[in-house]
Antibody, heavy 120, light 106 residues
Framework: QITLKESGPTLVKPTQTLTLTCTFS??????????VGWIRQPPGKALEWLAL???????RYSPSLKSRLTITKDTSKNQVVLTMTNMDPVDTATYYC????????????WGKGTTVTVSS | SYELTQPPSVSVSPGQTASITCSGD??????VCWYQQKPGQSPVLVIY???ERPSGIPERFSGSNSGNTATLTISGTQAMDEADYYC?????????FGGGTKLTVL
């Protein structure tokens, strides 16, 4: 059974850097085709894709946020880390991590999400 | 940049058929999937590759994709189907979501 759990600060100040960790089980990021992604959702708004990392360290980023995002993996810990620089109140959202594969176009398992508020 | 457009809301009576559309340029040439999100919960995949249902998703959920429009159809809609629905596709190596449609069952 695949599970993913997001963790990180619930509150960050404007201009700070956000670091979120996705800890997963039921699969390995060293297995061919496997990927982990991040999606966010501001309160009452739509889903927004942020980034993806695959087993071979191939990384994809949202063009509109690429300059602020970094995604990395630690295969030994079964973790994926997303950092977002220069946080702003508009970045207040629930952040989800997801499981996917490079051979498909969908995300089949989602974590429960973690809520991040950006406020001074 | 590529965009996926959904109607903000759709209403349906219990037992009737609900159709939620997702529009984009030549969308029929892409694989489209759909997620259901109930209040306070994470999204759940209900349709992938235009029309395939993951295991555990009721048969009343179906999908199609042709031309510029993908459609999620819920036959015999039940009160439990009331939720937000999002379409998703890929374009230029990036993931795109539609703006979401709130399905009301009344």
């Amino acid at each position: 059974q695949i599970t993913l759990k997001e963790s990180g600060p619930t509150l960050v100040k404007p201009t700070q850097t956000l670091t979120l960790t996705c800890t997963f089980s039921g699969f390995s990021l060293s297995t061919s085709e496997v990927g982990v992604g991040w999606i966010r959702q501001p309160p009452g708004k739509a889903l927004e894709w942020l980034a993806l990392i695959y087993w071979d360290d191939d990384k994809r980023y949202s063009p509109s946020l690429k300059s602020r995002l970094t995604i990395t993996k630690d295969t030994s810990k079964n973790q994926v880390v997303l950092t977002m620089t220069n946080m702003d109140p508009v970045d207040t959202a629930t952040y989800y991590c997801t499981h996917t594969r490079s051979t498909v176009d969908y995300m089949d398992v989602w974590g429960k999400g973690t809520t991040v508020t950006v406020s001074s | 940049s590529y965009e996926l457009t959904q109607p903000p809301s759709v209403s349906v009576s219990p037992g009737q058929t609900a159709s939620i559309t997702c529009s984009g340029d030549k969308l029929g040439n892409k694989n489209v999937c759909w997620y259901q999100q109930k209040p306070g919960q994470s999204p759940v995949l209900v349709i992938y590759e235009d029309s395939e249902r993951p295991s555990g998703i009721p048969e009343r959920f179906s999908g199609s994709n042709s031309g510029n429009t993908a459609t999620l159809t819920i036959s015999g809609t039940q009160a439990m189907d009331e939720a937000d629905y999002y379409c998703q596709a890929w374009d230029s190596s990036t993931v795109l979501f539609g703006g979401g449609t709130k399905l009301t069952v009344l």
